[in-house]
């Protein structure tokens, strides 16, 4: 059973910048890609970055590219998401996720789904 608890979130401000961390652990946690998706208030949840089981390879959302970074401690199983110059339209809950996979992988729908999630953390950018 993998668990994933996902700390950082909060009220903050136009132009500030945030941490959030979220704490794997579980019976091959150490082996799964871990990812960052959010779900922003009346809208489906979105892909923000996906980081490889040993942190070498990283991957954004593109509406997100140059605004966030995606890290791994990989010997204590912690994956954390920076994100800078926030503005309002990044208010949402942010969802660490463990085993990133391709949903519907060959077709135009294909997107990356995770196969076990956290409760989430929800984040309010204040203009």
């Not at 809208?43 to 942190?55: D, L, P």
Request: aromatic share 10%.
């Amino acid at each position: 059973q993998v668990q994933l608890v996902e700390s950082g979130g909060g009220l903050v401000q136009v132009g500030d910048s945030l941490r959030l961390s979220c704490a794997a652990s579980g019976r091959g946690v150490s082996s799964y890609s871990m990812g960052w998706f959010r779900q922003p208030p009346g809208k489906e949840r979105e892909f923000v970055a996906e980081i490889s089981w040993s942190g070498h390879l990283t991957w954004y959302a593109d509406s997100l590219k140059g605004r966030i970074v995606i890290s791994r401690d990989t010997a204590n199983n912690v994956v954390d998401l920076q994100v800078n110059n926030l503005v309002p339209e990044d208010t949402a809950v942010y969802y660490c996720a463990a085993d990133v996979i391709w949903k519907d992988a060959g077709t135009p729908a294909r997107r990356r789904e995770a196969n076990y999630w956290g409760l989430g953390t929800q984040v309010t950018v204040s203009a």
